[in-house]
């Protein structure tokens, strides 16, 4: 079994009280935390009791945060500090922690002369070192003189105290420098002993103001689009030898439940640990923290809907899009569906609003993909849980969605727990499963894409937003580089009130076909309710879209969606929402067309949303 | 009667299906709408249809948008242009409107030689004109050459045709001169009858990139920073003539009931013209589109606060806060409590949970206040709802409060409904009700520095954020100018989700004192349920401000917040949290401060919340 490195997170990262944070840290498997100091001020917990807790808890206490404005070219503010400074020493004895993380200054009184600061500096590490402890100084990316690593190492240097040495922030270092990057690797020559600390966050790359962008908007690693791997080496190949903790300032972390997002950020540091030492020979932290590689996915083995004991439109809808059903579970009330490649197990033994209950990817080692994502923290499922009886892996995804692993093939241990029906149906040119779409909850979007990238290897594509009739909705596309398995994540901008209702979103699984136009008149003509698409779409698209009279007649007829690329085109046709929150949809892409339709979901939703807008139009008031 | 402007709304500022949008600026009492493209590409009703649902509403279509990417240095991409603006030409006449909004292109075919572009907007309005129709030209913030008012204006000069004019959108002009009025002012000179449409919006000050801060955080006129009613004084000094239109895009907004954002937007726009017309002579609108000035409100009447039956903890409290009970209702259980000029009447005839019912404020014009309140859409209130026999007027507020009107003075029409009780109270040192505070629901925060600032008069402070235990709170004070009327209002940063409840955030009533020290000790011996603060807040108070060791030491004890500003302080005790959702506090002011002791919030929410954690935690998982 590898070994973690060794993790931290620092207090801030994490909703509610002190205590709340301490638990959360703990049970995800972090070895510390950093103390934000106004958690600890809103405490009723003295400093001593903080320190009790987190022994209880196994967690070391690696660094006391923030020491705000240290430095002043007035004498008397430079005493206040001074006198500021010794209190915090105190409560840090008291805390039983070495390390206070001491920030630029970003004061109009901030001193500028290097050396000057650098003396300042150095008085205050020798009243640290008095009690034992140490400086780690850190440059703010908005800091008033000291703004990036550079000017920090000089200062340190200059200062040249054996208690003072650097916090390196990924953040501070890659807003400043997001796309030059010899500056972070310049990090790698600065002595390992003289990095006190080191933290780590992510972000998505932004053009805000750089205060508003930290404080808002920082992410896990591995959720944003920052090279973290790198700078991670960088630090690594210096020497550092401490811990990799998270300090990561976001909205929405802020209010969400701080035992799930302890977890996400523990995965985050592994993941990242072993992204780092993927990058090359001297880049990893020594440990192999995940135990293997990221699955080689090969394709979705099947999707399973789970619905309640008896909903016919599903199985008619089913029939009318091609499907056959091939297989009847030999115990449970589950039965397979086929088409091509795609595989749709129905599972009625729920109570469930009709959903998406399990997605299943295909990979070479079953055993050895559920292990790596246990090890990423994935809780796993049981059996029961499973819709077979094989004994397939499964893992819960951050939306609950169960994520099975099995091999390859037609021949996979899963499809011997069917009767075949022998049923067999023409089709109408599905081939397989293009993709899956998943309405994310609210606090778990960044959650859900780090989750599919770390376990199950999958890329992220860029972060995308589109104006649906009742909010925005953010939306973000992973797949493998093959195209085998592709999701598409979707969340609401903002969590939804009364008016704007966002639960349950649909889901929908995409269904590739050659011809999007013959497979739709076909599964029309065989019954299957398809959406229908406003007239105004089709005058809009005529405009903007030189198409073959026939072609936009024939959309028009049958309520295709489509979206022009530079190279290619996204085709679509949805069907209603049948019971409960799932649709499914006929896909062509064109030209190779690598995206997801996106610029229509206004008007795919907008056509779902219709009649729930009309039930609630003729309620009562 | 004062007639109003003409008013209008462009659909995107609402949220909904286009008929949702349609019925909520027609209940709003705008006059017109612009119908934004997409509302109506994702509408099942043909352009007809729409214009037949606008007509039975009582709206104009003024205006079709946006046209945009129109001009290109690619032949076959113009040609493609043409043929595209055909179609909405058509779309147009069915409409049955003549205006279409053509932006500044922001494509990297965009024409830069003001000559060439200057032709093919002269070749579009030829076209245009065929159909009847005209062009408004504006240049959006981010377009590609063509990316300030003046430069849109050159074209159109240049361009020389009378089917086009300009659309002048405030946002885009101030969000790039934010402090560069004469650019505005300048607006003043170009011919009236070349500004073909307006388009109004505010935002708050941001460093960001102004797409971004465009696309999701535009205001309604007078929730923001701009300076709006020198804007439109420039643009009606140029002669234009047409009507006052919002264009708004807000996340918030977005996902609101389209009927309240409606009424917002309405009540925005004739509290601008007011503010244009209250700017200099020939500034209005040629209307008084309010009634009357702002009400010179005099001071805090009377807070009422709703309560159920039987609640014993509230009368103790107010007992030992130093109230003396000096009337009761000659027909409601409603009491009277005194102490200086602080008036709080507790009404027992709801079922609520215990808060803040209603705020009266003292004018010398009572209705005359209201008729303005009514001019502005808040909602009156019928008699029935006020705490007293005398026929006070009172409105509604965002949140449901209810406000007030009444004489100043001990002799004001409301007090007669009282019997004198014959009780008095030596007080603890209560002068006055210092400022109410008011947790505001998520969807109407905006709504609510609007609503006070346009039926009050009172002025908002700046937007402030602080970082309470389960999430980021925004705080946004207004006063009158003499500061005998304050509020103190904030909102979640996002609305709350399952972890982290916002519902139901307190409220309460900040009281004036000489010297908290005293009151508080007096508050606290007579069994006032103050709130424990703990002592880490009180070391970390030691090492930022230099306080004597006494006054420490009392803080201490009596659970003192203090938040030292540059020229004085802020110093407050709070109680727990009384049934419901509401506590009091005890605050003195020194030297002057004018703050709300927001940084201390922080510190006060997490002793409030300990309890209610504490439940939580013992509750069954």
């Known amino acids: 079994m590898p070994a973690d490195p060794r993790t931290a997170v620092a ?20 070895g510390g935390v950093e103390i934000f100091e106004p958690d600890l001020v809103a405490s009723p917990m003295s400093p001593g009791e903080i320190r009790l807790r987190c022994a209880d808890l196994g967690l070391s206490i690696d660094l006391y945060q923030p020491f705000r404005d240290f430095d002043s070219t007035d004498d ?19 805390l039983g922690t070495d390390t206070v993380l001491v920030c630029s200054s970003v004061a109009p009184d901030a001193v500028a002369d290097p050396d000057r600061l650098a003396g300042q500096l150095h008085g205050l590490a020798e009243r640290a070192a008095d009690h034992g402890l140490r400086l780690a100084y850190e440059a703010l990316a908005w800091g008033r003189h000291v703004d990036t690593w550079e000017a920090s190492w000089d200062v340190v240097r200059r200062a040249d105290h054996p208690a003072l040495g650097l916090c390196l922030d990924s953040f501070h270092v890659l807003s400043r420098t997001p796309s030059h990057t010899t500056e972070v690797d310049g990090i790698a020559d600065v002595p390992g002993d003289k990095i006190f600390f080191l933290q780590l966050a992510d972000a998505p790359v932004l053009a805000m103001d750089v205060l508003q ?8 690693p591995g959720q944003g689009g920052f090279d973290l791997p790198r700078f991670l080496a960088a630090v690594l190949r210096a020497g550092y030898g401490g811990p990799l903790s998270l300090e990561v300032f976001n909205d929405v972390f802020r209010q969400a439940d701080p035992v799930r997002t302890a977890a996400d950020g523990h995965r985050s540091l592994l993941a990242l640990a072993e992204a780092t030492a993927a990058g090359g020979p001297g880049r990893g932290v020594g440990v192999d923290p995940v135990g293997g590689p990221a699955p080689d996915v090969a394709g979705t083995a099947f999707v399973e809907i789970a619905t309640s004991g008896d909903e016919p439109a599903l ?11 091939t297989g009847r579970h030999l115990t449970k009330p589950v039965d397979r569906w086929e088409q091509g490649r795609a595989r749709i197990l129905v599972n009625r033994s729920g109570e469930h609003a009709t959903g998406i209950g399990a997605l299943a990817v295909e ?12 090890r990423l923290g994935a809780p796993a499922l049981s059996r029961s849980r499973g819709p077979a009886e094989a004994d397939l892996p499964a893992v819960a995804a951050p939306d609950g969605t169960a994520l099975f692993f099995c091999r390859p093939g037609t021949d996979a241990e899963w499809t011997g727990d069917f009767r075949a029906t022998g049923e067999t149906a023409e089709g109408i040119g599905v081939s397989a499963v293009d993709h899956v779409g998943l309405a994310q909850p609210f606090d778990h979007f960044d959650e859900a894409t780090l989750f599919y990238r770390a376990v199950l290897g999958l890329q992220p594509g860029g972060v995308g937003e589109f104006a649906a009739p009742f909010g925005l909705v953010r939306s973000r596309a992973l797949a493998d580089p093959a195209r085998r398995v592709r999701l598409a994540l979707t969340v609401s901008l903002l969590r939804r009130g009364e008016w704007a209702p966002g639960v349950p979103e649909p889901q929908y699984v995409a269904l590739a076909v050659d011809d999007v136009v013959v497979a739709a008149r ?26 073959p009279p026939d072609r936009l007649a024939a959309y028009r007829e049958l309520g295709v969606l489509h979206e022009q690329g530079p190279d290619g085109a996204y085709r679509q046709v949805c069907t209603e929402v049948l019971a409960g929150r799932l649709f499914l949809a006929l896909v062509e892409r064109v030209g190779g067309e690598d995206g997801y339709g996106w610029a229509d979901t206004p008007v795919r939703m907008a056509a779902h949303r219709r009649r729930r807008l009309a039930r609630r139009r003729l309620a009562p008031a």
Chains 1, 2 share one sequence.
């Open 11 to 30: 207090t801030v990262c994490l909703s509610g009280a002190l205590e709340d944070k301490l638990a959360a840290a703990a049970t995800a498997g972090f």
């Open 76 to 94: 008397d503010r430079l005493a206040a500090s001074y006198r500021r400074a010794e209190h915090k020493f105190g409560v840090m004895r008291a």
């Open 213 to 220: 962008w930290s404080r808002h908007h920082r992410l896990f």
């Open 315 to 325: 199985d008619d809808t089913l029939t009318a899009l091609g499907f056959a059903r």
């Open 363 to 374: 990979s070479a080692d079953p055993p050895a993909a559920a292990r790596r994502a246990a």
């Open 522 to 547: 076909a599964a029309r003509d065989a019954g299957a309710p398809l959406l229908a698409v406003p007239d105004n779409y089709y005058d809009d698209l005529a405009a903007r879209v030189d198409l």
